[in-house]
């Protein structure tokens, strides 16, 4: 059996040939190749859903977890939209929609954010890792729409933004309106260069209680220096009117928090450096 990091290794190796097959040959072979991705903790009908979308996710304890904070928001009553940064095939945008109507919320306007083009190159504090490679989960634009379009995502509450991330909140100008205060924020986009513009153009819409789901935490062996670790502890560091409370570990690698305004503290208690996960 492989670990999600092989699982990882052999999706980024085998995306690019499998994006130059023509369409109609990639939908006859998802069919067959039907997998058993969806988790057994999720509902049936909806892994049901997800198989026969045919899709692939890298890691497939994210998506339980996405259910986990939906209902911890339902608990909290906690409102407000969902923002997801990486989203490769559509996988777990799609557990997103259905987990928010299973919590029973039918507010949330559902914003998807990629390059749909994949990593950019490795620069920066992960740029001599070999974890990840510029081009990993390379997927198109108009794959990932027939996925959701398949899958039946509600489109009157979904947008999509194409673009790098560095280019935010420029190439999200036309949905702008429609942002609201953030009850799920899910960053999946692997590195530390990537975090770090995803973090500064979702700060405004934190509110208390939006918990953030990182679901690349533990990658570089969980070093504070690099990834996702060092982009959230920079990211504390300079806006210390927030903290934020560990949630909930997932998979190996993934970890949720819940933020809350500081009142009273001083703002070096807010860095969540030395907290256990
Ligand atoms: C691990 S995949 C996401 C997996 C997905 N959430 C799932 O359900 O399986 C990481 C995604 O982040 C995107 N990404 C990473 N860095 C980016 C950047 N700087 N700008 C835009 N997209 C980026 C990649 O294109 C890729 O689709």
């Known amino acids: 059996m492989m670990d999600s990091n092989a699982v990882k290794r052999y999706s980024s190796l085998l995306t690019p040939a499998w994006n130059r097959l023509p369409p109609r040959l990639r939908e006859v072979l998802r069919r067959r190749l039907r997998k058993k ?23 497939p304890d994210t998506s339980p977890a996405i259910y986990d ?20 095939q559509g996988y777990s945008f799609c557990v997103a929609q259905a987990a928010a109507s299973s919590a029973g919320r039918t507010e949330p306007q559902f914003f998807g954010f990629d390059s749909f083009m994949g990593l ?12 990840f490679k510029a081009g990993d989960y390379a997927g198109s634009f108009e ?32 949905v702008a309106t429609k942002m609201g205060p953030a009850a799920l924020v899910l960053v999946d986009c692997d590195l530390y260069e990537s975090t770090v513009p995803v973090l500064q153009f979702v700060r405004d819409r934190i509110q208390p209680g ?30 210390p009117e927030w903290k934020a409370t560990p949630l909930l570990s997932f998979g190996w690698h993934g970890q949720a928090f819940t933020m809350q305004p500081v009142s009273g503290r001083r703002p070096e208690e807010s860095r969540p450096s030395g907290v256990e996960v």
């Open 37 to 59: 991705a969806a988790p057994e903790a999720l509902p049936e009908a909806l892994r049901e859903r997800l198989d026969s979308v045919g899709f692939s996710t890298s890691t």
């Open 69 to 88: 904070c939906f209902a911890a928001l339902a608990d909290s009553g906690v409102l407000g939209d969902y923002y997801e940064f990486g989203l490769w």
């Open 120 to 131: 950019p190159p490795l620069t920066g504090p992960d740029a001599e890792s070999r974890e």
């Open 143 to 174: 794959e990932v729409v027939s996925n959701l379009n398949h899958f039946g995502v509600d489109w009157e509450r979904t947008h999509l933004v194409k673009g790098w991330y560095d280019h935010l909140p420029g190439s999200a100008a036309h």
């Open 210 to 239: 939006t918990i953030v789901m990182f679901d690349d935490w533990n990658c570089f062996d969980r070093s504070d220096d690099m990834g996702q670790r060092r982009a959230f502890g920079e990211f504390l560091d300079e806006n």
